[in-house]
């Protein structure tokens, strides 16, 4: 065990370091190593057989480098990730964005008031359980409440046995229970969106001013973002916390196992129907659909597994085509440089 995280077993040659990435810059990345902090730039050969952007190093990476000089770092490997969180990059664009990796934890931040939303959440919980990663429900803002138990009764109905807790970051109420359950030298990842008290959690966490901290717009009730980029940061207490700014948008890059996970009780009915290959729709014994009329699965929830799962569908289809383009631009670049070589070659004789 290292003050940065449990490091996967690896090879290092006489000349190389092992480190864990904290930030990501646009081209250079922040390594933190056994001798101190450096500030790394990948190595050619990564960089030319890095396919898309989610093959390159992400925040919480440990890799092999060697030293250029003096704080200045060449990332060579980049090691085993025991889990990788991740989501379809925002906008149109069909490409896979690393949100961090080797993640143990991820506190699914979501606040009381106006940002409640369940919806929301189960999308959370498919990419957290598909990223190999242990969820935990953080609902912040209780103080603005004067009663929570509807909203925590809405949490027990796709919860499943994923721990939640009910703070307030600023008074402390709720905190020790959440500060019991996280333990040092775990990685975890907080998401959220903007607004939601993201940084004064980490804050209260630290049991120190670390970030600062941002209100709520007044105009349209939405988070003014205070994170602006993705950080892991080692607090005085031993615990690794990645920030990460607010995501309006948590688009579905994999998540078929998160997906059985996040919705066991819709996996569990379907798994009785009297047709393995029952739509759902007419079939006699279909589970599903009489669970729909007796009210014992909300329709919401239903049309929100649906939801995703389509999702799902078509960003793997769209996966199929860009892995096709970028392994054809691969071998175009590969040509390319053997015809200059070749070229080079015989302007020398």
């Not at 988070?223 to 990645?242: D, F, M, P, S, Y």
Request: aromatic fraction near 6%.
């Amino acid at each position: 065990m290292n003050e940065w995280g449990k490091p996967p077993a690896h090879e290092a040659g006489e000349h190389e370091n092992l480190g864990r990435i904290t930030a990501v810059f646009q081209k250079q990345y922040r390594v933190m190593t056994a001798a101190g902090e450096t500030l790394s730039e990948l190595s050619g050969k990564m960089r030319f057989e890095a396919l898309t952007k989610a093959n390159l190093p992400a925040v919480g990476d440990w890799i092999i480098q060697t030293e250029r000089e003096a704080g200045l770092g060449r990332i060579e490997q980049v090691l085993p990730r025991t889990s990788q969180f991740s989501r379809k990059a925002a906008g149109t664009e069909v490409e896979e964005q690393i949100i961090c990796a080797n993640v143990d934890v991820a506190l699914l931040v979501m606040a009381f008031g106006h940002d409640f939303n369940v919806r929301r959440l189960e999308r959370y919980l498919t990419v957290a359980w598909e990223a190999g990663v242990k969820p935990i429900i953080v609902l912040t803002k209780r103080s603005l409440m004067e009663s929570v138990e509807s909203e925590l009764t809405e949490i027990e109905g796709i919860a499943f046995g994923t721990p939640y807790f009910a703070i307030d970051s600023l008074n402390g109420d709720g905190l020790k229970s959440l500060r019991d359950v996280l333990e040092p030298c775990e990685t975890i990842v907080l998401v959220g969106s903007s607004g939601v008290g993201k940084s004064t959690l980490v804050n209260a966490l630290a049991e120190e001013q670390l970030m600062e901290t941002g209100g709520v717009r007044e105009d349209d009730q939405r988070g003014r973002h205070t994170t602006t980029h993705r950080e892991l940061k080692r607090l005085a207490n031993g615990l690794l916390l990645v920030d990460t700014p607010g995501m309006r948008e948590l688009g579905l890059w994999d998540g078929s196992d998160g997906l059985t996970s996040t919705f066991s009780d819709v996996e569990s009915l379907a798994e009785n129907c009297r047709f393995r290959d029952c739509q759902h729709g007419n079939e006699p014994g279909c589970r599903v659909r009489q669970a729909l009329e007796d009210g014992s699965l909300p329709h919401e929830r239903w049309e929100s597994y649906l939801k995703l799962q389509r999702e799902i569908a078509y960003a793997e289809r769209k996966q199929s085509v860009a892995l096709q383009a970028a392994e054809k631009e691969k071998w175009k670049k590969i040509q390319k440089n053997a015809q200059a070589h070749t070229k080079l070659k015989y302007q020398k004789r």
